[in-house]
């Protein structure tokens, strides 16, 4: 859940839960002790009247104490005084202003990030980060998002309790670590400076470098940097929003019938990239004429990515897939899924 804070404006810092709890039980400790050793009470007599000392419910001594004994109670309802109002005030603010259970719910968060394996960690919820996470809600995809302002995220926490997140600046290796970036398979980095996404491809790079990362530019130059430092993609939008405008003047069917295929809330169309290490030992090797793939699955292969890069369009049906080379294929959601269904492909 998001940040809330109440007319108190108290920081943590100010009321720290867990240093109060230490200081109630150092001064339940000092007074057991004490008793102890001054009036030779047994453990639990002393536990028990530094108890009803400390909580002031007004009990009766346990045994008759002497003038020292008497002196060390005094001074501890004192000390106690102070360290039961900061105890009462740190809990009131944990409680009341929602602080206790937004750190409930931020473990809980934790501890399912600890537990992902593989996922993809989504830098910014902006414009484009919602879409980008809409995008990976819709295909089951795990993520993390890390975001610097909670107020963002609100909206989507509200409709999915669920969704696992940072609230951080995703520029600092403890958010990403946060995140669990050694354990990510891809990173998605979509802010609006092109400082701060250079900034996070390097420092992912450098914290996982099997990472997969797709970074956003506004900038040439800012994309060249980013390619350079390890970046797998750049996209700039701008670039490609000015082209697909462009392009319906000249060719708007084309653009149109691309921009009904790739509109996944209505059409009937997907697409998979499948790559030559998701294919089963005996399938590795062979043409494509002999996988057979539209005959068992009814996919057809649109496009070859070969290991440097390079795409071929409508490969022949004598192409071979070479390690760390990938086909493209289209198909429904039903052939799509026993192409997955074929070669064991998770969704």
Do not use: W
Request: aromatic share 8%.
């Amino acid at each position: 859940m998001a940040r809330r804070f109440s007319g108190l404006n108290l920081s943590s810092n100010a009321l720290d839960l867990r240093l109060a709890v230490v200081l109630l039980i150092l001064t339940m400790g000092v007074g057991t002790l004490g008793l102890m050793l001054i009036e030779g009470y047994t453990a639990l007599e002393a536990f028990y009247m530094s108890v009803i000392t400390i909580s002031t419910v007004g009990f009766g001594e346990v045994r008759p104490l002497s003038d020292a004994g008497r002196l060390f109670v005094s001074g501890l309802v004192v000390v106690n005084i102070g360290i039961v109002g900061y105890v009462l005030a740190a809990f009131s603010y944990y409680v009341f202003d929602g602080r206790l259970f937004e750190t409930m719910q931020y473990n809980r968060i934790q501890s399912k990030i600890a537990k992902l394996d593989g996922h993809t960690i989504v830098c910014g919820y902006g414009k484009y980060g919602r879409e980008i996470v809409s995008h990976l809600q819709l295909h089951g995809e795990p993520f993390v998002i890390i975001e610097q302002d909670p107020e963002k995220l609100q909206p989507l926490l509200e409709e999915d309790d669920d969704i696992l997140y940072v609230f951080d600046d995703a520029t600092h290796d403890d958010a990403l670590f946060a995140a669990g970036i050694e354990r990510a398979d891809s990173l998605i980095t979509a802010l609006n400076d092109d400082s701060d996404n250079l900034f996070i491809v390097l420092s992912s790079k450098d914290l996982n470098p099997k990472l997969r990362i797709v970074s956003r530019a506004k900038e040439v130059r800012g994309r060249q940097k980013m390619i350079k430092a390890g970046a797998s993609h750049v996209i700039m939008p701008e670039q490609i929003g000015g082209f697909y405008m462009a392009t319906l003047i000249s060719k708007p069917g084309a653009i149109e019938f691309f921009s009904f295929i790739t509109n996944e809330l209505s059409a009937d169309i997907g697409f998979e990239e499948l790559r030559y290490d998701q294919i089963p030992d005996q399938y590795r090797g062979k043409p494509i004429a002999d996988l057979h793939l539209r005959a068992s699955t009814g996919i057809n292969i649109i496009g070859h990515r070969l290991g440097g890069g390079k795409y071929q369009v409508n490969p022949g049906p004598e192409t071979v897939l070479e390690p760390g080379g990938s086909f493209i294929v289209v198909g429904n959601p039903e052939q799509i899924g026993a192409l997955r269904q074929l070669f064991d492909l998770h969704s």
